[in-house]
Nanobody, 119 residues
Framework: QVQLVESGGGLVQAGASLRLSCAAS????????MAWYRQAPGKDRDFVAV????????YYADSVKGRFTISGDNAKNTVYLQMNSLKPEDTAVYYC????????????WGQGTQVTVSS
């Protein structure tokens, strides 16, 4: 089992930047990929970005491509989400997820961190 703790959320104005962090503990050696999802009020949880440790491959949702960057420090078992040019529609609770596989469901989820972008 992998435990995930997110941090770095907050209230910012449109156009600002934030960096989210997700620290993993437990069976981190079994983690093959880590991702960020977000859930806005009244909406489903949506994919934001993923990093696959082997090869460092990254993928992004179209809505954040060019503005957000996912990165990670495998030695520190930490993944980051650098968010630039934030928009009010980026307001959501951001969740970190981890999986032992490169496809399919994520086995571990964090509690989430709130990001609020004011116009």
């Amino acid at each position: 089992q992998v435990q995930l703790v997110e941090s770095g959320g907050g209230l910012v104005q449109a156009g600002a930047s934030l960096r989210l962090s997700c620290a993993a503990s437990g069976r981190t050696f079994s983690t093959a990929r880590m991702a960020w999802y977000r859930q806005a009020p009244g909406k489903d949880r949506d994919f934001v970005a993923v990093i696959v440790w082997s090869g460092g491959l990254t993928y992004y949702a179209d809505s954040v491509k060019g503005r957000f960057t996912i990165s990670g420090d495998n030695a520190k078992n930490t993944v980051y989400l650098q968010m630039n040019s934030l928009k009010p529609e980026d307001t959501a609770v951001y969740y970190c997820a981890a999986s032992a596989g490169t496809h399919g469901e994520y086995e571990s989820w964090g509690q989430g961190t709130q990001v609020t972008v004011s116009s």
